[in-house]
């Protein structure tokens, strides 16, 4: 009869370096599948774009042939920004002579002049440091080979 040499169990894990690897792998497992949902929502998104039908509000709408896990339809949600193009502003208020009754004039904090009266002796270390205070905040890396 053959000699049966039992298999030793492996040592035991520690408990950290498993939380670790579990963190790792997970939060790699988490990148790949964002990459991978990224894509699919690329190719949805201009799916909609190209085939998509308008609603009264500008969005795009894509029903679906059948329900799929609830979904119905595709839509891109059409978004306005309105934002302020200075230079048009300053030329058009000029010409209409309302510049100024439009334009606020607003006291701003120079701070190398601040800087500078702590370096000429008007300030101290104490006052700078009330006007400015710190936060501090940790943020949670993992570091790699």
């Not at 298999?7 to 790792?24: A, F, R, W």
């Not at 085939?51 to 339809?73: C, F, I, M, N, R």
């Not at 002049?113 to 943020?139: H, Q, R, T, W």
Request: proline fraction near 6%.
């Amino acid at each position: 009869m053959p000699k049966v040499i039992q298999k030793e169990d492996p040592k035991p894990v520690n408990e950290l370096t498993k939380k670790v690897s579990d963190y790792v792998t997970t939060k790699r497992r988490i990148d790949d599948l964002a990459k991978e949902n990224n894509k699919i929502k690329a190719e949805l998104s201009e799916l909609v774009d190209t085939d998509g039908e308008p609603d009264e509000k500008g969005h795009l709408w894509y029903p679906l042939p059948e329900s799929v896990g609830g979904v119905t339809a595709l839509k891109r949600q059409r978004r306005v920004v309105q934002s302020l193009d200075e230079a048009v502003a300053e030329k058009t208020l000029k010409e209409k002579g309302i510049y100024d009754r439009c334009y606020k004039m607003v006291p701003t904090l120079d701070e190398s002049e601040v800087m500078a009266c702590l370096y000429d002796g008007l300030l101290n270390e104490e006052e700078i440091d009330a006007m400015f205070p710190k936060s501090v905040s940790y943020a949670f890396y993992i570091v790699e080979d």
